[in-house]
């Protein structure tokens, strides 16, 4: 076969990077081999997990049988999936659980931070108090919450009873139309401390020095925000918002102990619905459908997480 | 209603037809060792004490005492809505084994009614499985059907099948073989409070004869009082809510299938029957139309009932006899005026059989649990100590443990169980257990089919869901139920 030369001349540096990357890795091989245990494990738990996930997205698992039992279906349950009601009920849950509970965590946490960036009396203390929300168990913060919300002797309802503001307690995880935005709020209570940190931290590489200069030129308070704090924080904001995103994506513990995705599935997002029907109605191949489109949605998130982190490692030494 | 096809039908049919017979009709209600035809809270008063069991000396001659083994076993454990009298029997119990088997090293673990069916299937799946395990009743034909378990009977521990509710043998066959023991079994009862009646202007010491009148007095007693009026519990993946809708839905003559009929099939879907949508329509009046009963009964479970009514906020509720000792529980735990209001609600407690339907049917949850033994490879490390398995199973389902071990909330799945001192002392310290043991001929058990749990513990409250919070009429939830059913059935569906 002839090749033309334009051709010949890829085929060549094709080569040339091979041969010069399996030099590279030859040279380094010791390098590899301090990190093959690592890769060995990762493959264990995570690669070969991955690979029967997406196997099993492909069979048909009786509930009335044993997993081995399962039948190929080819892609049946991904159309099943994407041809029920219930799937697009709880993407647009999962949807507004994610993009509510980032941005309004986001935004109170970086509200706090700024607060809490002065220098005042109580401060430290104040820093401890929002804390609190993220370190305490979420099963624990689940079990009170279900508690205060209570639609029969819940704190709250109690209050408003008492101060004469409502004739019945509201009803808050007992309605289809409340239980979404009451379990946002928990989410929300639990996560702000979370961004508050991330950019307390952030708000310490802001070089004082540029504000300084800011504020001899004359720029208010607004302006030093704008145009000198804000761009220094973009880098820690769109890593706290990636990171916030995949967890909200991956939430279990808040809406499974609250309401189970209840009631009438109106609290399911995608993690809860793969757990009923893989663990409560053992239909794996659906859930196993299921968490493969999820993973790819997370992998689309993990894309743009690791990107921003290198934008921020190439910004760093020019910062 | 939704036909099934005939070849499926005939098998589960075949299957369980005898099980709403044992309980109901006569001939099956004729078993030693107790006579079961006689069965009346005066011939349980009057076995009560005439027999002696030493459970040691017996399990000894199944398992050596002195057999020096290792054992894994999972139990459904004791849980909040329990009383405390329960915790210490459940103590006593692994104490008593430990003891009696110094040299069997037994690894047990408790899980919660709720937790256990989701944990022990996930256990199976990796092959790391308990040895033994001591599921709902609910559970055992879905492993038995899908070969987990090992067949197991009463003889293989020193027992005899007629030891046995007729009924809860059935849940523990399948395809003919008998797959585990009953441990205990329970019917519940309606509970009441006398003091709430007389306000609402009902009859102090007449409960409800009908679901109708459930309805009414609910009704009634939120009107007048302000309170809630009905304990209605409908949370999913939850074993409170089908126990207590259930003996509604047959009561008003419908069914999941036929298995309230005296010969079932099975070969009927009947959740969309028009009694079925009559039962869902008294819980939807209850709940939606007269606001009569306890907003948080999409989340509820009994649990959550017993505080409401222990302060007064509740008329009435389904529940067992250890109610009554959770009230008490719960009233030493109380502290100022409350306590003195939690000892004038129990003081006021009632109890009753449950309502009956429209045309005078009485039907109630034939519950309980079963001791299975696992096939070795689905256990960890692939291998099952059988001798040390039998030792705990022939000690629980022994007259003296399956007793003790539903002392406060249940009956002895072994009927000799009746004939012991503890029942004589229980009968004296267990208020209202006559009213418990009187329902139990009204007892239905349970589709026994491996899809029976996904069936009562997502559709079925998935449908009160539906109903209830007005995501669907009656008649949809009740069509999209029936629907639901037929799917599972099929073998598929989302």
Not at chain 1, 226 to 242: A, C, D, E
Not at chain 2, 130 to 135: E, I, Q, T
Not at chain 2, 371 to 387: F, R, T
Request: charge should be neutral; proline fraction near 6%; aromatic fraction near 12%.
């Amino acid at each position: 076969m002839t090749m033309v030369t334009g051709e010949a001349d890829t085929a060549r540096q094709s080569r040339a990077v091979r041969s010069g990357l399996l030099r590279q890795m030859w040279i380094s091989r010791t390098d590899y081999l301090y990190v093959l245990p690592a890769i060995v494990v990762m493959l264990i738990v995570i690669a070969y997990p991955i690979y029967y996930t997406v196997d099993l997205s492909f069979f048909k698992t009786p509930p009335g049988l044993q997993l081995k039992d399962k039948s190929f279906v080819g892609v049946d349950n991904y159309i099943a999936i994407l041809t029920s009601d219930v799937f697009w009920r709880v993407t647009l849950n999962t949807v507004i659980w994610t993009l509510a509970s980032t941005t309004i965590a986001f935004v109170l946490g970086f509200a706090l931070a700024l607060a809490l960036h002065r220098d005042f009396f109580g401060r430290g203390m104040l820093r401890a108090i929002f804390i609190i929300p993220w370190v305490i168990s979420a099963v624990a913060a689940s079990y009170i919450w279900k508690w205060i919300y209570h639609s029969d002797f819940g704190i709250i309802g109690a209050m408003l009873v008492q101060m004469g503001l409502t004739d019945r307690p509201p009803n808050f995880i007992d309605s289809v139309g409340t239980v979404l935005p009451s379990l946002i709020v928990v989410n929300i209570w639990r996560e702000f401390p979370f961004a508050m940190i991330m950019l307390m931290a952030g708000l310490q590489t802001v070089p004082e020095q540029l504000l300084r200069a800011a504020q001899v030129d004359g720029a208010n308070t607004w302006q030093r925000f704008w145009h000198v704090t804000f761009p220094h924080l973009r880098g820690v904001s769109t890593v706290t918002i990636l990171l916030l995103a995949v967890a909200n994506f991956n939430s279990f513990i808040i809406p499974w102990i609250m309401t189970g995705g209840g009631p009438s599935n109106a609290s399911h997002i995608w993690i809860t619905h793969i757990y009923e029907l893989a663990f409560g109605r053992q239909r794996w191949g659906v859930a196993s459908a299921y968490s493969v489109l999820l993973f790819f949605i997370l992998m689309t998130l993990g894309y743009f997480y690791v990107r921003a982190l290198s934008s921020n490692e190439r910004r760093e030494p020019g910062a | 209603m939704t036909r099934l096809n005939f070849r499926s039908a005939v098998l589960r049919g075949a299957m369980v037809s005898a099980m709403a017979v044992s309980l109901t009709a006569s001939p099956l209600l004729a078993a030693p060792p107790v006579d079961l035809t006689k069965w009346s809270p005066e011939y349980v008063r009057s076995i009560a004490g005439t027999e002696e069991f030493d459970t040691t000396e017996a399990c000894g001659k199944v398992t050596p005492l002195d057999y020096k083994g290792r054992l894994t076993f999972w139990y459904q454990g004791v849980f909040e809505g329990d009383p405390d009298l329960l915790r210490q029997y459940y103590k006593d119990f692994f104490e008593t084994f430990r003891k009696s088997y110094p040299n069997i090293q037994l690894e047990e673990q408790a899980l919660t009614y709720n937790d256990l069916l989701d944990k022990f299937r996930t256990a199976l799946l990796g092959n790391a499985a308990p040895m033994a395990v001591r599921l709902q009743i609910l559970g055992g034909t879905e492993f038995a059907a899908k070969g987990y378990l090992e067949p197991l009977k009463p003889e293989d521990v020193g027992y005899s099948a007629e030891d046995f509710w007729p009924g809860a043998m059935k849940a523990v066959t399948w395809d003919g073989v008998t797959y585990g023991i009953p441990t205990n079994n329970e019917t519940m009862a309606l509970i009441w409070n006398a003091d709430i009646f007389k306000r609402a202007g009902l009859d102090a010491d007449k409960p409800p004869a009908t679901w109708d009148d459930v309805v009414t007095y609910s009704k009634q007693i939120h009107d007048k009082l302000g309170i809630a009026g009905y304990g209605l519990v409908a949370r999913k993946n939850a074993g409170n809510t089908p126990y207590r809708f259930m003996p509604q839905l047959w009561g008003f003559g419908g069914g999941i299938f036929d298995e309230a009929d005296a010969s079932p099939k099975l070969n009927e879907i009947r959740l969309n029957s028009d009694a079925s949508k009559r039962a869902l329509q008294a819980s939807y009046d209850m709940y939606v139309r007269d606001k009569s009963v306890p907003v948080s009964a999409l989340t509820n479970q009994q649990a959550d009932n017993q505080p409401l009514f222990v302060a007064g906020q509740l008329g009435m509720m389904i529940s067992h006899p250890s109610d009554y000792n959770v009230m008490k529980d719960l009233q030493k735990k109380a502290t100022g005026a409350d306590k003195d209001k939690a000892q004038s609600v129990i003081d006021n407690m009632r109890y009753g059989l449950i309502p009956t339907g429209p045309d005078g049917r009485r039907a109630v949850v034939f519950g309980g649990s079963n001791i299975h033994i696992l096939k070795p490879e689905y256990v960890e490390g692939g291998k099952v100590d059988e001798l040390a398995a039998k030792a705990i199973v022939c000690f629980w389902s022994s007259p003296e443990w399956s007793l003790k071990m539903a002392y406060a909330g249940s009956n002895p799945g072994n009927l000799n169980g009746f004939k012991t001192k503890w029942m004589k002392t229980r009968l004296d310290d267990i208020k209202f257990l006559d009213v418990t043991t009187s329902m139990l001929p009204y007892g239905i058990p349970f589709p026994a089919l491996p899809q029976a749990p996904e069936i009562m513990n997502i559709i079925v409250p998935d449908m009160l869901q539906n109903a209830l919070t007005g995501a669907m009429t009656v008649d949809q939830a009740a069509e999209d139920a029936a629907k639901k059913v037929k799917d599972l059935m099929g073998g598929g569906g989302l």
